[in-house]
């Protein structure tokens, strides 16, 4: 982790080390960076508190002048919170099934835009940083997502103490569409089974995962529902699966839990002339469970963003 590079508006840099798999798919792709998302915060919000195999003499010296350094306003320490929602925009697109860089660094700069009651909006850049000059990392992604603290005991919103840090907050660095569409009477259906590995360190399946299953609902549509083999409606189809994605926003409205059956209902703001699939402009999900109430619900808008590159920031 190195220096915030405007302290006053708490950014943060930390790096992380991308794998082979993170890039092998779409779906694992979209899945990483959500999981990154999470685990940076994780990073932020606890930076600098003392641990109990912390250093002593010279070196603890060094290691509590570089935590005292970084410290910054936003810091929810360990206790418990949850994603209300998370916003991606996707600069750069994952060659998937190509040479991909294999354990080549991420460089993840992090800043609060928003601190409520309750709740506090967090942005993060991820860079890809091959050579180690930030200045040229081209830029994968930015994310931004909306946190909710709540209280050990009952789980419900809780005071954070943060809102007198206000003024540090970082202005908000991009938008993407947010809006629903009211579902038709007509959707695709995706039927699952949750499984046990699905669920992460709080019993409830993990946020990544549920992006997953957007993801095969999606490309389900696309093999016309057929669940053995790429049986894809048409040749090329398999080139459209892949459509780059320029934004996603999704809503987190209830949990779910290991073995529990869930549906996937999709569908389609269609282009003139054009066959539900990817070609579309946006595709709208639900994530239902078997009785009908809806726990996460998603938009996806296919197109490219212009990359950019740190110094361009």
């Known amino acids: 982790m190195t220096s915030p590079s405007h302290p006053a508006e708490a950014n943060a840099m930390y790096r992380l080390q991308m794998h082979w798999a993170n890039c092998s798919t779409q779906t694992l792709y979209l899945c990483s960076i959500a999981t990154w998302t999470d685990a940076v915060k994780d990073v932020f919000f606890t930076w600098g508190e003392k641990s109990s195999d912390a250093h002593t003499g010279a070196q603890g010296q060094i ?36 040479c991909t860089d294999y354990r080549s660094d991420l460089a993840v700069r992090t800043s609060v835009t928003r601190v409520g009651r309750s709740s506090l909006d967090v942005e993060h850049f991820f860079y890809h940083d091959l050579h180690g000059d930030l200045s040229k990392a081209p830029l994968l992604v930015q994310t931004r997502s909306s946190v909710i603290v709540v209280s050990p005991d009952d789980h419900r919103p809780a005071p954070h103490g943060l809102d007198a840090h206000s003024s540090a907050c970082a202005t908000e660095s991009f938008s993407i569409p947010t809006e629903f ?10 039927s699952l089974l949750t499984r046990p590995s699905d669920a992460d360190g709080h019993g409830h399946v993990n946020n990544a ?8 609902a999606r490309l389900m549509e696309l093999m016309g529902g057929q669940s053995g083999g790429l049986k894809w409606k048409v040749a090329d ?11 996603m926003y999704i809503e987190f409205l209830d949990s779910a839990l290991p073995n529990e059956e869930l549906t996937v209902l999709s569908w389609y703001k269609m282009k003139e002339s054009a066959q539900p699939s990817s070609k579309s402009d946006t595709a709208f999900f639900d994530i239902c469970r078997a009785g009908g109430e809806v726990i996460a619900r998603a938009r996806m808008d296919f197109g490219t963003v212009p990359p950019r590159r740190a110094s361009a920031l």
């Not at 569409?181 to 995706?190: A, I, L, N």
């Not at 995962?209 to 095969?216: A, D, E, G, K, T």
């Open 63 to 98: 290691k509590q002048e570089l935590v005292d350094q970084l410290r910054h306003p936003f810091m929810v320490g360990s206790v418990p919170w949850v994603i209300r929602s998370h916003r991606f925009l996707f600069h750069t697109q994952r060659e998937y099934h190509a």
């Open 181 to 190: 569409e009211k579902r038709p009477e007509h959707t695709s259906q995706y």
């Open 209 to 216: 995962v549920l992006i997953s299953f957007i993801q095969n």
């Open 237 to 247: 189809e398999l080139e459209n699966a892949l459509q780059d994605i320029q934004s």
